[in-house]
């Protein structure tokens, strides 16, 4: 497996303490995930029906403000696992440092790969990823600026895995047009990251594709259920959007007295320069609070956000020893 956060069982072999001990801030997803309330035994025991997929594919357009054709699948990460199918291989452009899955999936698959650090580098290949907003830095680019891009490319992808709170970045008003693709991830947001559950938007030809390539039953029954309620509960939307962009402010206040600097970061994570990562890490870590640190940025450390009042209490305390 590629590096990633969300691995609990390297801090708990360094630090001891069970899974429960530790605030996992290693990853974007929200503490304060959405209220899932009951599930019906049918959709545990029953195979999901075409009515209920196609139930959660109008719910997530409700959601992500779009007509554009959908197809639901195992979290963002398995539309990645796709991407693949939809062309022969050719030359990829991905707008670096980014997530590291994508480079390794279309390497895999006999893609000519090429990582870029420039906007406009992107032009002239068969496919283009660029995240928006970025991981693990923030860095974002307004819709025009993408659709302007598309011309230029083969296949543009566009993931908005971190978009959820700040919805005026997505084009998924734009989705259906030839060559763009969206990806959405539900599990970091809505704070539900084991129900394995996101969405690709593009045109009916590439979502045709992609729904095919996943087979009858892309996703789970309780997903369907959680994800058709979750996402259409705009008063929570909102709310929780609201409470991460103050929330995410007062992370930035709070680590002030370390001496970090902001390199950037999204409502839901943010990136710090550090005097060292890896010390930074092991200091939190001796409170059972895991952070991310990444190999080729040896001062970068990017820490999610607490979820309740004890959490902010204990990462405090953390931060002054």
């Known amino acids: ?27 974007g997803i929200n503490r304060v995930p959405y209220p899932v309330g ?21 719910a997530a357009r409700h959601a992500y403000r779009t007509n554009a054709p959908i197809v639901a699948l195992g979290g963002a990460q398995a539309a990645i696992q796709l991407l693949p199918q939809l062309a022969p291989p050719g030359r990829a452009r991905i707008l670096a440092p980014t997530y590291n899955e994508y480079a390794g999936v279309l390497l895999a698959a006999g893609w000519d790969v090429e990582e870029v650090t420039d906007f406009d580098a992107l032009a002239g290949a068969d496919l283009a990823i660029v995240v928006n ?58 704070g539900l990251a084991g129900l394995r559950l996101g969405f690709a938007i593009g045109s009916a030809a590439d979502i045709a594709k992609l729904a095919a390539a996943s087979g009858p039953w892309p996703v789970s029954g309780a997903a369907i259920a959680i994800g058709c309620r979750a996402l259409r509960d705009d008063a929570w939307t909102e709310t929780t959007s609201a ?23 999204t409502p839901l994570f943010r990136l710090y320069e550090t005097p060292d990562a890896l010390a930074a890490q092991d200091k939190l870590a001796r409170g ?12 970068w450390l990017r820490l999610g956000l607490p979820g309740n009042e004890a959490e902010w209490s204990r990462l405090a305390e953390a931060l002054a020893r």
Not at 11 to 18: L, T, V, Y
């Open 38 to 58: 009951e599930v019906s035994a049918r959709a545990w025991n029953a195979l999901p029906s075409r009515s209920e997929i196609e139930a959660l594919h109008l």
């Open 133 to 190: 907003p970025n991981n693990p830095d923030g860095r974002c680019h307004t819709p025009n600026d993408l659709l302007a891009l598309l011309p230029r490319v083969g296949r543009l992808v566009v993931d908005e895995s971190f978009a959820d709170a700040v919805p005026h970045l997505s084009l998924t008003p734009d989705a259906d047009r030839p060559g763009l693709m969206i990806l959405r991830s539900f599990g970091k947001f809505y």
């Open 288 to 299: 059972h609070i895991w952070s991310r640190v990444f190999v080729q940025k040896p001062a």
């Open 1 to 27: 497996m590629r590096e990633h956060g969300g691995n609990l069982d390297l801090a708990q072999q360094r630090f001891g303490g069970r899974a429960e001990d530790w605030i996992d801030l290693s990853t």
């Open 243 to 265: 409470r991460l962009e103050r929330d995410s402010m007062r992370l930035d206040a709070m680590v002030q007295s370390q001496g970090w600097t902001l390199v950037g970061g």
